[in-house]
């Protein structure tokens, strides 16, 4: 079968998550070789419950977490045919697929952090909304100055913009039948409202060495694979102000072959999404076994 790994972005960690990575005997060397060089007051504070969601903490360490997942897995001979990364987890896609090693993932996670930051405007945020369909989705934001950071499904797509705007729009849903979540996410990603970070984050990726992937990426900002080492830069950092197609990426994965979905964690978001589109196809996520070694039986049984 044709497996495609899925690289989640923010709001899916805990401050629990780095204890099962020291806790299982697969997952704990890598931890042990990565984690040093986040560094010990940023490995503590994604641990604390007050700052695990804060910007500069919560992206380097959802990568450090998808790194050792990873790193597990390619031991034992796992191998993609396709990789997708949603938000911040599109650069550790991109280490997936060979082209940059991981402590170059971890650098460009706090060089992100750092530029939407220093970038965004005070007290933005995103907002989660499944249930009301696009196009009537669509125009309630633009009606409340919001902007579609990431579409999901037909009627499930997260919106960027503003606090009070975010819930002035929160509260008028209350009203229907529309499921509202506010994200634990300080910045409007994905939207203009962070396009001064796009040529910050720019400049940084290109002083990188990448090298071709070995498997197609799919990028967020279109859905379409993404084979040259020079296309990183390029896709990682336009998706700072430009919409998430995720939809278009699954939709993607699926039209290029992949037969089963999983998803490196933390969380299963992505895996519910893929599962809610294409009911068919095997989806899961590392926090569905209760080993990495139950995940990657379950790999070598449905990806062989």
């Known amino acids: 079968m044709s497996l495609c790994i899925l690289c989640p972005g923010q709001a899916s960690q805990s401050p629990q998550m780095f204890a099962r990575l020291r806790a299982d005997p697969l997952l704990a060397p890598s931890y042990g070789t990565l984690a040093p060089v986040l560094g010990a007051e940023l490995l503590a504070a994604a641990e604390d419950p007050l700052h695990c969601f804060e910007n500069r903490i919560a992206q380097p360490a959802i990568c450090l977490y998808q790194l050792c997942v ?13 990789v997708a990364g949603y938000s911040v987890g599109e650069v550790v896609a991109w280490s997936v697929a060979g082209a940059l090693p ?3 993932v971890l650098a460009i996670a706090q060089a992100r952090a750092a530029a939407m930051d220093a970038h965004a405007p005070p007290d933005g945020g995103l907002l989660a909304v499944r249930g009301l369909r696009a196009g009537a989705l669509e125009a309630l934001a633009l009606e ?3 902007q579609v950071a990431i579409r999901n499904g037909p009627d499930h797509a997260v919106l960027a913009g ?12 209350q009203r229907s039948n529309a499921q509202v979540v506010r994200l634990p996410v300080q910045v409007p990603a994905h939207s203009a409202w962070l396009q ?3 040529p910050v984050l720019r400049a940084y990726l290109d002083t990188l060495a990448w090298s071709a992937p070995c498997w197609p990426v799919l990028a967020g900002i279109d859905g379409q694979p993404r084979y ?6 390029q896709v990682l950092s336009l ?3 430009q919409t998430i197609e995720w939809a278009q990426v699954l939709d993607s994965a699926v039209e290029m072959g992949t037969s089963c979905f999983f998803e490196l964690g933390p969380g299963d978001a992505l895996c519910r999404i893929a599962r809610t589109r294409y009911p068919d196809i095997p989806a899961r996520a590392l926090q569905d076994f209760a080993s990495a070694a ?3 039986a379950w790999l070598q049984r449905v990806a062989a």
Do not use: M
């Open 70 to 82: 990873w790193q597990a897995l390619q031991a034992a001979a796992i191998a993609p045919a396709i």
């Open 102 to 104: 991981a402590p170059g």
């Open 144 to 146: 409340h100055g919001l």
């Open 162 to 173: 503003p606090g009070a705007a975010l819930q002035r729009l929160e509260q008028a849903l």
């Open 196 to 198: 001064q970070a796009v």
């Open 228 to 233: 040259r080492a020079g296309d990183a830069a």
């Open 239 to 241: 998706q700072l102000r």
């Open 294 to 296: 139950g995940a990657l």
